[in-house]
């Protein structure tokens, strides 16, 4: 098992992907990284700036998704004081503070539009300007970002600038999969366990096959964040030596999560359902609606006063 900068596989499609990371950390280049939820995106972009010549400099991370516009132009641009309510001091933002650094932008293609342009000037003119200000600040950063999209489509759906994409995709890089990596769940299933075993609480020495297999089988739409909570969940809620699969999350034990579980429907409820469809399929016409649930009016009626309709 290899353990690269923080990502531990024994996957041969990691290790030539790893391969890529060295290659592209000799250079300055723009990269996007392609890769889904819990793939491992932001590793792979510290990664590439520890390994560059730029590792003694900062690395500014920020997820785009997780901030308004006003915010995110705040947080990447800096403002100056009064720029908007609250401003009561300047700020400088990631580009300033990174400056001779690394800029990772995980989510860009969640960037609103009036950022997007902001974010364009940066990277042909390696000039912004704070919001609020006046004053063009000039700096010297590589850009790295991130997403699950595609940024061709966005492009074509119209919520994303194409000449933007062009300018972060220069290097597109495609980070695999959980379910793509051979032999990655095993391995990290076994990884996850030594990790949890150090706490104390609990010590695991062997996975039940029943267990394994349901890992083995899982699609693991989270990848490797969900395989880590999955087993946590399983240190949290099990006892003894062995991890069975009943200690396992619902969902891969075949059974959909407890919160998506509909409650057992009473009689009532049921009833109750019956009369509102036949009500509304008759146009809330009383007696065509009693004949079409075999009943007669009045029984309807009362039933109505019973359900409080």
């Given at each position: 098992?290899?353990?690269?900068?923080?990502m531990?596989?024994?996957?041969?499609q990691m290790?030539?992907?790893?391969?890529?990371?060295?290659?592209?950390?000799?250079?300055?280049?723009?990269?996007?990284?392609?890769?889904?939820?819990?793939?491992?995106?932001?590793?792979?972009?510290k990664?590439?700036?520890?390994?560059?010549?730029r590792?003694?400099?900062p690395?500014?991370?920020i997820?785009?998704a997780?901030?308004?516009?006003?915010?995110l132009?705040?947080?990447?641009?800096?403002?100056?004081?009064?720029?908007?309510?609250?401003?009561?001091?300047?700020?400088?933002?990631?580009?300033?503070?990174?400056?001779?650094?690394?800029?990772?932008?995980?989510?860009?293609?969640?960037?609103?539009?009036?950022?997007?342009?902001?974010l364009?000037?940066?990277?042909q003119e390696r000039v912004?300007?704070?919001?609020?200000?006046?004053?063009p600040?000039?700096?010297?950063?590589?850009?790295?970002?991130a997403?699950h999209?595609?940024?061709?489509?966005?492009?074509?759906?119209?919520?994303?600038?194409?000449?933007?994409?062009?300018?972060?995709?220069?290097?597109?890089?495609?980070?695999?999969?959980?379910i793509e990596?051979?032999?990655?769940?095993?391995?990290?299933?076994?990884?996850?366990?030594?990790?949890?075993?150090?706490?104390?609480?609990?010590?695991?020495?062997?996975?039940?096959h029943?267990?394994?297999?349901?890992l083995?089988?899982?699609?693991?739409?989270?990848?490797?964040?969900?395989?880590?909570?999955a087993?946590?969940?399983?240190?949290?809620?099990?006892?003894?030596d062995?991890?069975?699969?009943q200690?396992?999350?619902?969902?891969?034990?075949?059974?959909?999560?407890?919160?998506?579980?509909?409650?057992?429907?009473?009689?009532?409820a049921?009833?109750?359902a019956?009369?509102?469809?036949?009500?509304?399929?008759?146009?809330?016409r009383?007696?065509?609606?009693?004949?079409?649930?075999?009943?007669?009016?009045?029984?309807?009626?009362?039933?109505?006063?019973?359900?409080?309709?």
């Open positions: 098992m290899t353990c690269f900068h923080g531990v596989t024994a996957a041969p290790l030539e992907f790893f391969e890529l990371m060295k290659r592209l950390s000799r250079t300055d280049s723009t990269v996007l990284i392609r890769g889904e939820t819990g793939t491992g995106k932001e590793l792979v972009a990664a590439l700036h520890n390994l560059g010549p590792a003694d400099k690395f500014a991370p997820n785009c997780t901030l308004t516009g006003e915010l132009a705040s947080e990447l641009f800096g403002h100056v004081r009064g720029a908007f309510t609250g401003a009561v001091k300047d700020h400088s933002g990631l580009f300033a503070e990174a400056d001779s650094g690394t800029v990772f932008l995980d989510e860009i293609a969640e960037i609103p539009p009036e950022i997007q342009a902001r364009l000037r940066v990277l912004f300007t704070p919001v609020g200000g006046t004053q600040v000039r700096i010297d950063v590589r850009l790295l970002s997403t999209r595609s940024l061709r489509d966005q492009v074509e759906r119209g919520r994303f600038r194409e000449d933007l994409m062009y300018r972060v995709r220069v290097v597109p890089l495609y980070l695999p999969q959980l990596r051979t032999g990655d769940v095993e391995a990290l299933t076994w990884h996850w366990i030594e990790h949890f075993n150090e706490g104390g609480y609990r010590r695991l020495v062997y996975v039940e029943e267990a394994m297999d349901a083995l089988t899982y699609e693991w739409p989270g990848n490797v964040r969900e395989l880590r909570n087993l946590e969940y399983a240190f949290a809620l099990g006892e003894g062995t991890l069975r699969i200690e396992l999350p619902p969902e891969l034990r075949g059974e959909p999560p407890v919160h998506a579980r509909r409650p057992p429907e009473t009689v009532e049921v009833e109750k019956r009369i509102l469809e036949a009500l509304r399929a008759a146009g809330g009383k007696g065509e609606a009693a004949s079409r649930l075999g009943m007669s009016r009045s029984t309807l009626w009362r039933k109505l006063k019973e359900h409080r309709l």
